[in-house]
């Protein structure tokens, strides 16, 4: 099936929680809601899942609306943050539910459940009830019902939010594979810009209710529309410095560098430059780079990287470095503007250049 | 002082068992005795009041008459609030926190209130001495409070999981019976309780409403007198009697009643 949105919004009381969004969700399709909580995420999915009506604009599965069809007559799966399953039923019975509501005979639902139980690890305890059994486990129940359903549409609303890191490097590895066979299109909502790049697929940056850039990920990581999609798909927060442009030279605070190659074409004047954390550096690198003096306002150490927030102008940054960085608060440290990473945003903040030569960073270590 | 940490709670349940003891001791004395003179035990144990109680219809109907009307209000305050407990938590309605509100009022009134207007309005549509007249005007202050308690522990099951339900291709009616009612099963026993109870202790209305054929045991209690005055050993063994049925319910949802006290809607 192919799920459509047509220039949906959704108010309630006053407050608009979806401003006039409108998306074409393939089938087999995998795609990620990326954005910070109460950007509508769940909003979302709970419109395309027909939990809610939208209050305009219109929803189409194959070109057909489906808004007032009752929730239960569509082919939806969901899988919430927080683990829900029926507390009173075995996990046998929790993840054979939908099943047995659709009325399917004895034998294939035994099979399914066992299958899924098998695919989930919960096979040795399909006679526990799910109040019994770990957070990871409770989770896992609840995919295994949303996976038996062989439902057309999947809604994974931060599924893997409440697990422990080491679970959730697992099933973020196994869910786009379990669901993936079943042609189903694939939903998943997360507020991690790393977790929506190791799912890869598409994703929609949502802001305050409306997507910003809907897109292959790398792409929209690589090359987001605008200023408020770069700083959605970035985390720590994204570092912008105003530069300024005369000729084929860019500069910010005094100094200035050669401009890169993608802005040769943009007429001088004032524009936003974006840099990821790990484009500011602590280090000269190998090209040219403006160097700024900065003051150091907290170091955060996670073994492998060090996150180094500074201060400078009235401006705050970020930089990302490897190892362990030894800097105490309120040094004054000079500050590297690495140039083979600018995003260039124009006064309106639509993007005007960006590194043809991206390079995606390394995972972040933080897993946060 | 630490040794005698005892002394306290051990007097505070002496004295709150002395009247049941005291009930107790009465009612296997006879008469005489009681009237006699003081003593802690009975001197010529008897079960006659028991026995008379037991196997005298004009007696033990009492209490099945008590125990069919409070049976019927329990069933029928329970199936009514339910629904409206439900809608209480899941939906938002125009003055819907008014109405919630508007039902704790209910209870403010005394029953006493109502006794003339459920008399005559029974009177005049034949109900008058049925049990059903007695367990719907028990309905009165037993729904409001229904509602309240139920509405509490509604509320603490999350709404994500009557969604998922119907995600999942239940119907309203299948998901009510089939995953939430057990669900909040501990919530609809303590309301269960709670609805007996008080209309078990309900006296005024139950005793205005009815004359012979639903007449309640407390009613009967009141018909002792006899030209040798009061049989206070008969009295006292029906009130054990009464203290019994109160005694079992409690028993069967002992372990849930705290939770319903720790909601704070009782």
């Known amino acids: 099936m192919t799920l459509e949105l047509r220039n949906v919004s959704k108010s309630v009381g006053v407050e608009e929680h979806i401003r006039d969004v409108s998306l074409t969700l393939e089938k087999g399709s995998l795609n990620v809601l990326l954005g910070p909580t109460l950007s509508g995420k769940t909003s979302m999915m709970r419109l395309m899942a027909g939990l809610d009506r939208p209050t305009t604009g219109d929803i189409l599965v194959d070109g057909k609306s489906v808004v007032g069809m009752p929730v239960q007559k569509r082919q939806v799966a969901m899988v919430y943050q927080q683990f829900i399953n029926y507390p009173t039923l075995s996990v046998y019975e929790n993840i054979a539910s939908p099943m047995r509501v659709s009325g399917r005979d004895k034998g294939t639902i035994d099979k399914k459940v066992r299958a899924a139980a098998e695919l989930l690890k919960l096979t040795p305890f399909l006679d526990r009830t799910p109040l019994h059994l770990s957070g990871g486990q409770q989770q896992r129940t609840a995919i295994a019902r949303a996976l038996v359903k062989d439902a057309g549409l999947v809604l994974l609303d931060e599924p893997l939010a409440n697990l422990d890191y080491k679970l959730r490097e697992e099933l973020r590895v196994e869910l786009p594979r379990l669901f993936g066979e079943s042609g189903a299109i694939f939903v998943y909502a997360t507020t991690e810009p790393h977790e929506a790049l190791l799912l890869g697929g598409k994703t929609a940056t949502l802001s305050e209710g409306r997507v910003t850039q809907f897109g292959a990920t790398i792409d929209v990581y690589s090359r987001p529309a605008d200023l408020i999609t770069a700083q959605t798909f970035s985390d720590p927060p994204l570092n912008v410095v105003p530069m300024e442009k005369r000729g084929s030279q860019l500069s910010y605070d005094g100094k200035s560098i050669a401009a890169p190659a993608e802005t040769g074409g943009l007429p001088d004047g004032t524009y936003k430059v974006a840099i990821r954390p790990h484009h500011l550096l602590l280090r000269p690198p190998a090209g040219a780079a403006i160097q700024v003096e900065a003051s150091v306002s907290t170091t955060e150490i996670t073994g492998s990287e060090s996150f180094i927030h500074v201060e400078h102008d009235g401006l705050r940054w970020v930089a990302l470095t490897h190892g362990v960085h030894r800097v105490e608060i309120g040094d004054r440290v000079p500050v590297y503007l690495d140039p083979a990473g600018f995003l260039v945003f124009d006064e309106d903040e639509r993007l005007v250049a960006a590194p043809s030569s991206y390079v995606a960073p390394p995972r972040n270590a933080m897993g946060a | ?266």
């Open chain 2, 1 to 266: 002082m630490k040794h005698r940490r005892w002394l306290v709670p051990t007097l505070y349940i002496l004295f709150l068992m002395l009247p049941v003891y005291w009930l107790l001791n009465m009612s296997f004395k006879t008469t005489n005795e009681i009237l006699g003179g003081f003593s802690w035990f009975p001197a010529d144990f008897t079960v006659d009041s028991y026995v008379k109680i037991l196997t005298d219809p004009t007696w033990y109907m009492g209490y099945v008459n008590s125990i069919i009307y409070v049976v019927l209000n329990t069933v029928i305050s329970v199936s009514f609030a339910l629904p409206a407990a439900y809608a209480f938590s899941r939906y938002r309605f125009l003055g819907d926190k008014h109405l919630f509100f508007w039902l704790l009022t209910n209870r403010m009134a005394p029953p006493a209130v109502f006794a003339l207007p459920f008399l005559q309005l029974y009177s005049a549509m034949g109900l008058f001495d049925t049990h059903l007249a007695v367990a719907l005007s028990h309905c009165l202050f037993n729904i409001p409070l229904a509602v309240w308690i139920l509405e509490g522990f509604i509320s603490g099951v999350p709404r994500e999981i009557d969604e998922t339900a119907y995600l999942d291709g239940y119907s309203f009616p299948r998901f009510f019976t089939k995953i939430f009612m057990p669900l909040i099963g501990s919530g609809i026993g303590v309301t269960a309780f709670f609805c007996f109870m008080f209309s078990w202790v309900e006296l005024l209305l139950a005793k205005t409403l009815t004359s012979v054929e639903a007449k309640p045991i407390a009613a009967v209690m009141t018909r002792t007198a006899s030209t040798s005055g009061y049989e206070l050993g008969l009295l006292a063994a029906a009130g054990v009697l009464t203290i019994v049925p109160g005694a079992i319910v409690i028993y069967f949802v002992r372990n849930y009643i705290a939770k319903g006290f720790a909601m704070g809607r009782v």
